[in-house]
């Protein structure tokens, strides 16, 4: 059974109806718990997909990738008109840019007016100094939303949401672990996972606990493959690994299985905030050395029983093309055949990549 799962417009209206604001984030580690203990309801924009990105020419070279050129063409074109915030994370250099763009434009020329632009740096590393940088730059956040919106959680209203959100993020891994009992398409798995994007966390654990309900014993159906890169996008891909019969076994996205993040354990909110986001999968855009990449797609790619690797990667991510040379070589070293997918937002899925997919297939021993 398909679950059913709120749309963003849905999700967007019934949190303005309570009433609440709207923060719009782009891309991809953020403090989901600080925003809404401060009132606001994120809502991750990755790109959005086919966004035109010409409005961008402007302002962006041609070569970044598309989710930054559509992002800000979408901001360009009035596409997130009516949020409260827009928050950029620094997941790479051309976001860092972007960020700096918004920020640092005439009012006048701010495509957004005068909603604000806040940035956040993630640390490029692991282990204590990181989360006491972290949780130093959480903590800097709350007090600048504070003076934004005029809002004043407590230590004990900030510890809520993040044991909630949480919650949310188990019932996530949960969805994550459960591929192999789920009857879904992987265009419907990934449609409810990726609603953690934009759902307060209790609507989103209706989702999952309603999915999850529906598993059965495992199935060996379709022929299993990982799914790395940044977003499976265009949708098109989806739809074609569905009409050729293949299941996305593992996922290693940086919108859906990098995402997956542990219990903090401090009772200080803020540190538990920046225990969470610290404790994910090895990311390139959390810069994450190179061999522990490496090793944990090979590892997930084996536990998933995945005999093919698609790298749909978006054309200029310089993070993922980095380690795709060394990922490519461990993963048909490991007896996974690989195809790397260069995607770009703006564009639909093409017949050709659908081809090289139905090569890849075809290759399969």
Excluded: K
Aim: proline share 11%; glycine share 8%; net charge negative.
């Amino acid at each position: 059974m398909t679950p059913a799962v709120p749309s963003r417009t849905e999700a967007l209206r019934a949190w303005r109806a309570l009433p609440g604001r709207i923060a719009a984030v782009l891309p991809v580690h953020h403090p989901r718990a600080l925003w809404r203990a401060h009132g606001y309801l994120p809502v991750e924009a990755w790109g959005p997909p086919g966004t035109d990105a010409a409005p961008a020419a402007a302002h962006l070279q041609p070569f970044l990738c598309s989710i930054v050129r559509c992002g800000l063409a979408f901001l360009l074109t009035g596409g997130l008109d009516g949020v409260d915030l827009v928050v950029v994370p620094h997941a790479c250099d051309a976001l860092q840019g972007l960020g700096s763009l918004l920020a640092d434009l005439p009012p006048r020329r701010q495509p957004l007016g005068p909603v604000p632009v806040l940035t956040f740096y993630l640390p490029r590393a692991a282990g204590e100094p990181a989360v006491d940088f972290l949780a130093a730059e959480i903590a800097a956040l709350s007090a600048r939303l504070g003076d934004l919106a005029g809002t004043r959680p407590t230590a004990d209203d900030l510890l809520a949401a993040a044991l909630e959100e949480e919650e949310a993020d188990a019932a996530f891994g949960a969805l994550l672990d459960a591929r192999p009992r789920l009857a879904l398409s992987n265009t419907d798995w990934y449609r409810a996972l990726r609603s953690r994007e934009y759902l307060p966390p209790t609507s989103f654990r209706a989702v999952a606990e309603a999915a999850l309900a529906a598993a059965g014993p495992p199935s060996p159906g379709g022929v299993p493959v990982l799914l790395s890169g940044i977003v499976p996008e265009p949708s098109g891909l989806l739809a074609c690994l569905d009409r050729l019969g293949v299941r996305v076994a593992a996922d290693d996205t940086a919108c859906v299985g990098r995402r997956r993040y542990a219990t903090g354990t401090s009772p200080d909110p803020f540190r538990r905030m920046a225990e969470a986001l610290t404790s994910g999968p090895p990311d390139t855009t959390r810069g994450s050395p190179l061999p522990d990449r490496v090793a944990h797609v090979v590892a997930l790619a084996g536990r998933a029983g995945a005999r093919a690797a698609i790298l749909a990667i978006p054309g200029g991510c310089d993070p993922e093309l980095f380690a795709l040379p060394a990922l490519r070589r461990a993963l048909e070293a490991a007896g996974v055949r690989t195809l790397h997918l260069e995607t770009d937002l703006a564009a639909p899925f093409t017949a050709q990549a659908a081809t090289r997919v139905e090569a890849l297939l075809e290759s399969l021993p």
